[in-house]
């Protein structure tokens, strides 16, 4: 295909996933993957027709923890041939953490038992997530095997809740230290959400706040990660994307680490064809084809 043209292409459907307009429209939508306490989790599920990559991924919505909801789907991901599941869970209005991972987690191990009815490699799952869904893919995937996070929601308990790989858009990645490191526009975001959803403010327990921090679970043991984050954030400092890096460097784990330069808490200097490259191919790499 004439480069010129593939350009204009992959930009047109960037462009419409940002603004709402998807080529692919969900192939099951609201399947209940777990209730808990008489609430049902629900995720959607898109598959492409004609799919570039065996296995899926599973995309967590932002939304400070509070917020959001699993519409909010990134569709540059099936429009682009990557089968997808987009999961609910129950917010930090709803429940505190770690209710977030224990549902996530119970979402994959969902997604594996039901891999043959769907058609996609069980074996082969990428985390995605933006912003606070950025903190959890982030964490759901340095956690493989926790007995505190993996939880006991579902009934797909024998199932691995492990990803093969982690793509991480602007997430937190250290509660202890993410005020210090806020701007006082960040801090009258970041203070409230923390306490909502930790229950307290953070050095009130600090147990908890290091368990719902991906940097004090990285080990030898984790998968691939892939971090975009924005050079002029304004939400969500960029020294949490370092200080994630600077983790797995430490234990000589695969990382890639994109600053988005003039970019803040999202937008569409996030899905450039540059970035939707390296992104897909990631994404690729780790789902097989």
Known sequence: MNRRIFYWTTTAVVLAAIHGFSQTPPTHKDIVYATVEGKELKLDLYL?????????????????????????????F??????????????STEAKFPAQIHDIKAAIRFLRNKAGAFGYDA??????????????????????????????????????SSVQAIVDYYGATNL??????????????????????????PENNMDLTKLASPVFHIDKTDPPLLIFHGEQDPQMPISQSHELAGAYKKHNLDVVFDVVYGAAHG???????????????????????
């Open 48 to 76: 492409p027709a004609k799919p570039v990559a065996a296995g899926l991924l599973v995309f967590v919505h932002g939304g400070a923890w509070r917020g959001g909801s699993k519409d909010g789907v990134p569709k540059v």
């Open 78 to 91: 099936p429009d682009n041939g990557i089968p997808t599941a987009s999961v609910e869970f129950r917010q």
């Open 123 to 160: 074996q082969r799952i990428v985390i995605v997530g933006s912003s606070s869904g950025g903190h959890l893919a982030a964490l759901t995937g340095v956690t493989n095997g926790n007995s505190e996070l993996e939880g006991k929601v579902g009934d797909n308990l024998t199932e691995s």
């Open 176 to 201: 202890t230290t993410i005020l210090a490191q806020s701007t006082p526009f960040g801090l009258n975001v970041r203070k409230p959400a923390l306490e909502l959803l930790l229950g307290t403010e």
């Open 267 to 289: 937008g569409d200097l996030f899905y450039t064809p540059e970035k939707l490259t390296l992104a897909l191919e990631f994404i690729k790499k780790h789902l097989g084809k």
